[in-house]
């Protein structure tokens, strides 16, 4: 049920734009509708680019998150150690 719900996501449509545009700049800011998946996914598209692993040294540091309100924080939190 949670990859059927995650292949209807948005977002994966543009996985590869974002990973280009990722790497092409600095600075990314995405914009989307609500429930179109970008804090769940995109630091999941990040972790397999192996953003904020040790052992790729292009990519160290750590993949954060950040919500405005604690309770959506834990939730996101939550769903992303899920999937």
Do not use: D
Not at 2 to 20: D, K, N, S, T, V
Not at 39 to 48: A, G, I, K, N, Y
Request: charged share 20%; hydrophobic share 35%.
């Amino acid at each position: 049920e949670m990859e059927a719900q995650r292949g209807a996501l948005p977002i994966l449509g543009m996985e590869q734009e974002i990973m280009e545009a990722l790497s092409e700049h600095p600075v990314v800011l995405l914009c989307g509708e609500t429930g179109s998946g970008k804090t769940t996914q995109l630091p999941q598209f990040l972790h397999e680019a192996g953003y904020g692993t040790c052992p790729c040294p292009k990519h160290r540091g750590l993949v954060g998150v950040t919500e405005p309100r604690r309770l959506a924080a834990v939730a996101t939190a939550k769903r992303v150690a899920q999937e």
